[in-house]
């Protein structure tokens, strides 16, 4: 093992060579464009053997991606944003044609305004696509993911695509100390992708076609309980990683002191990693709070979600995004996989971090502090949604 | 016994799914008795993703993907590497699309393919406008043509741009091979597809393929019409091999309104508007001859 001092976007195209990718189809932009060059740098100076399709498009990235994965290829894409957004409907195929390919997305804000800084909306927006989704917190789970993504994905009882997201500039431009695992160690948690199912001129088969009513529903029911599975293959393929590397990153959540904790804070991304910072500052101070970070939002970590639910006494949702509806995605997410089980605790919505804006330490503290006065004072006028710090009007400096 | 001018195999079986006088079923046949087995096709949205069967049926008899309507160039280039990593060079990859999904809403992943210069063939099956979703004008459509979105109406709301010259397009992209074919001319379209696939690149056939419900038409007269439609000059059958332009058929040229008047979805084509086509048609004609005899020039 080798330890160096990499960039997210570095880690991404490490993770991508040591899973032997074998063909590579994206198109550059801000801020993804650094793991396109790594990955044409790596493939030129020869130390990755992979097909790189330099396509017109984020469109035609994941079509490309799609076609050599049903030929039996192990393929990679990344984007970020509007290069996501523009990839919509061939994610929804990808995932249909049952395609075990791994993406990396770069989160960032959606424009207008313009913007290239993190926010979640760009992810949250595919849901329902049927592609997992995997939520790194540093460097290192950016490559571990990329190669645990593969694992998941290729897995016969799954055959879904996967997407691990980074958070624009703080990770993807960030330079970090990551491992970089052995190629052997790789070789022996993830062999050579294998299937029957592809095109194959000594066995044809049409993939993807026309097809009734009564049968549609089966192929998406089929589509569903794989994605159930997925939670359980997810746990074993992250204990499996910890046996080689002794790097867990929780299955789908990460609990960081959740243990005895009464007010946990839920969210994903880097601003956790702040979020863990306050609460051993806090733990200091005697107060008993925690933090669940997503760690897996495509299949929800159901189970997870309500295991807090039986134990704290508030739970507080941090979204680096809205839906423009009512709620973020993953506070609507989380009280609607509580509302069906036994125990609800009161949950409250913060809206912060949106188009990079930071999330500071004293944020989080203010937070926590707003949770318990809400758990013994209820809402209030404010309601369970709060955009913590818009300034409306106030100088920056008051606020951020 | 006579020499077959045609291979004797069958990769498309009975039991296609298409209308009586389907030119695209023609085209689909004669390709792939020129490809052979060894062969994978990516069809997108078109009559082509239906008439294979419903699922689990399929009448070819060699491997298909199905693909979103905007994706063939890039689908192609995707299970071409997919193969070219696995060491299967000699299996041809074929992008079977329709003319709107080529001089339309595909023309970028296309474009993009022919950029890479990717080796694949692309054959555009051009019915002159969307059929499969029911005869939609398309950028392949002609100037005059009757469809559900130019219909004519009391203010004559025929389609009034000029067919997009995709083949023109594919041939500014300089890449190794592009022809035009007609189901009309089997044996000329199998030694262009046969031509096509010994080449290493991009390479791009479009073929004509009569649609005898959107052209309002006697599904009997699809060869005749095919047929008609070169020698009347609306689609001339040439091939450009590394810059160097042919033209494959030159027959003795017959009146526009001859090929117009069989179909009835030019019917309400005014004289002048059908004599001023005609002229347009010459021009294009005499253009073409000008380029073939400029490329004996080339080097």
């Given at each position: 093992m080798v330890k160096d001092i990499m960039t997210g976007n570095k880690a991404t195209a490490y993770g991508a060579m040591l899973a032997r990718a074998q063909v590579v189809a994206a198109y550059p932009i801000t801020p993804q464009t650094t793991i396109v060059e790594r990955i044409a740098d790596l493939i030129a100076e020869g130390k990755m053997k992979a097909k790189y399709i330099m396509v017109e498009s984020e469109h035609s990235a994941m079509a490309a991606t799609i076609a050599a994965s049903n030929t039996g290829a192990r393929a990679f894409t990344a984007t970020s944003s509007h290069g996501l957004a523009l990839m919509h409907e061939v994610l929804m195929w990808a995932a249909g044609a049952r395609t075990p390919a791994v993406l990396v997305n770069v989160n960032r804000a959606m424009a207008p305004p313009w913007s290239v800084y993190a926010d979640h909306q760009d992810a949250m927006a595919q849901r329902d696509t049927g592609v997992m989704q995997f939520w790194a917190e540093n460097n290192q789970e950016i490559l571990d993911s990329v190669i645990i993504a593969y694992k998941v994905a290729e897995n016969k009882d799954i055959l879904l695509p996967a997407m691990i997201n980074q958070d624009a500039f703080y990770l993807s431009h960030t330079s970090e100390p990551v491992d970089i695992p052995d190629q052997e160690l790789v070789d022996q948690y993830l062999p050579p992708f294998e299937t029957e199912v592809k095109l194959d001129v000594d066995n044809p088969k049409g993939f993807g076609s026309f097809i009734m009513p009564p049968q549609y529903m089966e192929f998406r029911g089929h589509m569903a309980r794989s994605m159930d599975k997925a939670r359980e293959v997810i746990r074993k393929a992250d204990r499996e990683w910890e046996e080689l590397t002794?790097?867990?990153?929780?299955?789908l959540m990460d609990m960081y002191r959740c243990e005895d904790a009464e007010f946990i804070l839920f969210g994903a991304g880097t601003m956790m990693s702040t979020a863990k910072d306050v609460v051993d500052e806090l733990r200091k101070e005697g107060r008993k709070v925690g933090i669940a970070r997503l760690r897996v939002f495509r299949p929800f970590p159901v189970d997870e979600v309500r295991y807090l639910a039986d134990r704290v006494h508030a739970i507080g949702v941090l979204d680096r995004t809205y839906t423009f509806g009512y709620g973020g995605p993953l506070f609507n997410e989380m009280n609607s996989q509580m509302y069906n089980h036994g125990k609800r605790p009161p949950t409250k919505n913060y809206i912060i971090g949106v188009g990079g804006r930071d999330v500071r330490p004293k944020h989080i503290r203010g937070i926590f502090d707003d949770l318990e006065k809400v758990s013994k004072?209820?809402?209030?006028?404010?309601?369970?949604?709060h955009w913590w710090g818009l300034l409306d009007g106030k100088t920056p400096e008051e606020e951020l | 016994m006579a020499k077959l001018t045609?291979?004797?195999?069958?990769?498309?079986?009975?039991?296609?799914?298409?209308?009586?006088?389907?030119?695209a079923t023609m085209a689909m046949r004669y390709v792939l008795k020129a490809a052979g087995p060894r062969t994978i096709l990516s069809i997108p949205a078109c009559c082509w993703a239906v008439m294979p069967g419903v699922w689990p049926n399929t009448c070819l008899a060699v491997p298909e993907l199905y693909t979103p309507f905007e994706t063939t160039g890039a689908s192609i280039s995707g299970i071409r590497a997919a193969l070219d990593v696995q060491g299967q060079e000699d299996v041809n990859v074929i992008g079977f699309a329709g003319d709107g999904g080529t001089a339309d809403i595909g023309i970028q992943a296309l474009s993009g393919c022919a950029d890479r210069n990717d080796n694949v063939l692309y054959i555009m099956y051009d019915n002159e406008a969307y059929m499969n979703t029911g005869i939609q004008r398309s950028g392949s459509t002609p100037v005059g043509a009757w469809t559900t979105t130019t219909p004519v109406g009391k203010t004559g709301a025929w389609e009034k741009s000029p067919k997009k010259s995709v083949a023109d397009i594919m041939i500014a992209h300089r890449i190794p091979y592009v022809a035009t074919a007609s189901v009309a001319y089997p044996e000329d379209l199998i030694r262009k597809v046969n031509k096509a696939l010994s080449i290493k690149g991009t390479k791009f056939i479009q073929i004509y393929s009569p649609c005898p419900t959107g052209w309002k038409m006697?599904?009997?007269?699809t060869v005749k019409i095919a047929r008609e439609a070169v020698s009347s000059r609306a689609f001339p059958l040439f091939e450009v091999e590394e810059g160097v332009m042919t033209i494959t058929m030159k027959p003795k040229k017959t009146p526009l309104k001859e090929y117009l008047h069989m179909q009835g979805r030019f019917r309400h084509m005014p004289r002048e508007l059908i004599e001023e086509q005609e002229k347009i048609l010459d021009m294009k004609w005499e253009e073409l001859l000008f380029r073939e005899e400029c490329s004996k020039n080339t080097p």
């Open positions: 002794g790097r867990s990153y929780g299955g004072e209820g809402y209030g006028e404010e309601g369970e949604i | 045609i291979p004797e195999e069958e990769l498309m079986r009975a039991g296609h799914m298409g209308c009586l006088g389907c030119g006697d599904p009997g007269l």
